[in-house]
């Protein structure tokens, strides 16, 4: 028997004082913790290169979860899905951060010649396959890049955002029209500028490494950190009164096979590079590998084997734990962490030239807890600005009513 449909009006959808002024607290707490941060910094030579791989870390963490919920914006736009909607409008906040983003990557832009060894002076004379990638990697051609991919990110979470927030006040159907028909062309530039961004920022911190499928890797985590940071957010708001009736177990449920479907996915990417690289055994490739099974890192791939893939399998194959929310609260958070981990683990065994070491630092926590504070901040400005729920969209009530398979 269909479930009757919720009356929205009924729903609380409009962040009240006390969440207002807690993501005012998170805010500035974020802000206090990065100048912690830049204190950490000082002193050392080997401190100022740690703490900007710890920022770098921190800022793909923030940055994936973004690109991870545009992805979701545009796919809901793409197959014109119903499900999805009572949680767009969160989805749209998060990928809103992106037009924060090339604000925090300017602490990356100053740091540069200290994250990638081709940007150091000098490096492309001592090191002649450096020089022949210099017409690409260079810091000239990587800042027009990063202005390119920033700019079309930032835009297209910006349009996506507008033009839902103008829905609310119109309810013109065509509003729906025009973000179904531009979603397939920017999916299609979100895949390249993906793609770009992963050789760019992660890639080439081993200029001598190289990978065809570190796009797709990328990828895979942003969509499952997402999921799983969507699950961890409606969990809370629901939990704070939000939501309620609006979203029942049968969206609970989806989401859940989401964050199932793509920590499959990211195993599936995950072994295949591992596979095609050890198979081939070209020194140029394996050595990124040998890295990250020696010296202390050994112990964070295995923790990555199991805790990234195969304790959330095993957590969420039950088909009563992705229609709590109480219960998928902690496997999606769990998910989260491993997800920091993974860009953790791509990010900090090229530190230091080759050096960094296994064990967290302060300064990776300040960095961690200090943009995240800034990050939620920002996504409860978008929100506090309008409803949580697009309160107009044509296909509202089928997603109130929404019964999961």
């Given at each position: 028997m269909r479930a009757p449909i919720v009356d929205i009006r009924t729903v609380r959808t409009r962040f009240d004082r006390p969440v207002t002024a807690l993501l005012m607290a998170a805010g500035a707490a974020g802000v206090v913790l990065l100048l912690v941060s830049l204190l950490l910094s000082l002193g050392s030579d080997e401190a100022r290169n740690r703490a900007a791989s710890a920022y770098l870390t921190s800022f793909l963490f923030y940055l994936t979860l973004s690109l991870g919920a545009l992805f979701f914006v545009l796919l809901h736009h793409l197959v014109r899905a119903d499900w999805s909607v009572v949680v767009r409008r969160i989805a749209e906040a998060i990928a809103a951060n992106l037009i924060l983003v090339p604000l925090l990557a300017i602490p990356v832009v100053l740091s540069m010649a200290r994250l990638y060894d081709w940007a150091a002076p000098g490096a492309v004379e001592r090191d002649h396959l450096l020089a022949a990638k210099a017409a690409y990697l260079n810091p000239g051609f990587f800042l027009v890049r990063m202005?390119?991919?920033?700019?079309?990110?930032?835009?297209?979470?910006?349009?996506?955002?507008?033009?839902?927030?103008?829905?609310?006040?119109?309810?013109?159907?065509?509003?729906?029209?025009?973000?179904?028909?531009?979603?397939?062309?920017?999916?299609?530039?979100?895949?390249?500028?993906?793609?770009?961004?992963?050789?760019?920022?992660?890639?080439?911190?081993?200029?001598?490494?190289?990978?065809?499928?570190?796009?797709?890797?990328?990828?895979?985590?942003?969509?499952?950190?997402?999921?799983?940071?969507?699950?961890?957010?409606?969990?809370?708001?629901?939990?704070?009164?939000?939501?309620?009736?609006?979203?029942?177990?049968?969206?609970?449920?989806?989401?859940?096979?989401?964050?199932?479907?793509?920590?499959?996915?990211?195993?599936?990417?995950?072994?295949?590079?591992?596979?095609?690289?050890?198979?081939?055994?070209?020194?140029?490739?394996?050595?990124?590998?040998?890295?990250?099974?020696?010296?202390?890192?050994?112990?964070?791939?295995?923790?990555?084997?199991?805790?990234?893939?195969?304790?959330?399998?095993?957590?969420?194959?039950?088909?009563?734990?992705?229609?709590?929310?109480?219960?998928?609260?902690?496997?999606?958070?769990?998910?989260?962490?491993?997800?920091?981990?993974?860009?953790?683990?791509?990010?900090?065994?090229?530190?230091?030239?080759?050096?960094?070491?296994?064990?967290?630092?302060?300064?990776?926590?300040?960095?961690?807890?200090?943009?995240?504070?800034?990050?939620v901040a920002a996504a409860g400005h978008w929100l506090r600005a309008r409803a949580i729920v697009p309160v107009k969209d044509p296909r509202l009530e089928e997603s109130l009513a929404f019964e999961s398979v």
């Open positions: 202005v390119v991919y920033l700019g079309a990110w930032a835009w297209m979470a910006f349009w996506y955002l507008r033009r839902s927030a103008e829905q609310d006040e119109t309810g013109d159907l065509e509003v729906t029209g025009r973000m179904e028909r531009w979603s397939a062309p920017a999916m299609v530039v979100l895949a390249i500028t993906m793609f770009v961004a992963s050789i760019d920022l992660v890639m080439s911190l081993d200029p001598h490494w190289y990978s065809t499928m570190i796009g797709v890797y990328l990828f895979a985590g942003s969509a499952v950190g997402f999921f799983a940071f969507l699950a961890v957010v409606t969990g809370l708001l629901i939990r704070f009164g939000y939501l309620r009736r609006a979203m029942t177990a049968e969206h609970f449920h989806d989401i859940g096979k989401l964050v199932f479907a793509f920590t499959v996915f990211w195993a599936y990417i995950a072994f295949s590079q591992y596979m095609l690289i050890w198979y081939a055994n070209i020194p140029e490739e394996t050595e990124w590998y040998h890295r990250r099974q020696t010296a202390g890192w050994g112990a964070m791939s295995l923790l990555l084997l199991f805790g990234h893939f195969i304790v959330p399998f095993l957590a969420l194959l039950p088909r009563f734990v992705k229609r709590n929310p109480r219960l998928l609260f902690a496997p999606a958070l769990w998910v989260l962490a491993m997800h920091w981990i993974d860009i953790y683990w791509l990010v900090m065994p090229e530190a230091q030239g080759g050096q960094g070491t296994a064990a967290p630092r302060l300064v990776d926590i300040t960095c961690l807890l200090g943009l995240g504070g800034i990050y």
